[in-house]
């Protein structure tokens, strides 16, 4: 059975920084073949796209509301990937979510995997 497990939420400041990590395990999961990407879930709203990264990694896609503040990467020989926060602002406050599939789009409908999610809050 595979499962993914988010770390590095917490509590900052605006304007700070949080780097988030996902770790899969599972004998039948390889980091190889998944792309990967990261959701956020404010209260009262819909799950939405924040960044992938594909197989090979060095496609990756960013919402516009995260671009050039936010970082994805990924390390295919420990099953990892991290997604690096800055310039972080109250309106990133939601619970973070790392998925995995493999044939990724920003759709959560292609995602076979996920975590079960961190909370990130950015006080003002």
């Not at 924040?50 to 197989?55: D, E, F, K, Q, Y």
């Not at 990924?74 to 310039?87: E, F, I």
């Not at 309106?91 to 789009?105: L, M, Q």
Request: hydrophobic share 35%; glycine share 12%.
């Amino acid at each position: 059975q595979v499962q993914l497990a988010e770390s590095g939420g917490g509590l900052v400041q605006a304007g700070g920084s949080l780097r988030l990590s996902c770790a899969a395990s599972g004998r039948t999961f390889s980091s190889y073949l998944m792309g990967w990407g990261w959701f956020r879930q404010a209260p009262g709203k819909e799950r939405e796209f924040v960044a992938l990264i594909h197989r090979g990694g060095s496609i990756t896609e960013y919402a516009d509301s995260v671009k050039d503040r936010f970082a994805i990467s990924r390390d295919n020989a420990k099953n990892t990937v991290s997604l690096q926060m800055n310039s972080l602002k109250s309106e990133d406050t939601a619970v973070y979510y790392c998925a995995a599939g493999e044939s990724i789009t920003r759709s959560t409908r292609t995602y076979n995997y996920w975590g079960q999610g961190t909370q990130v809050t950015v006080s003002s």
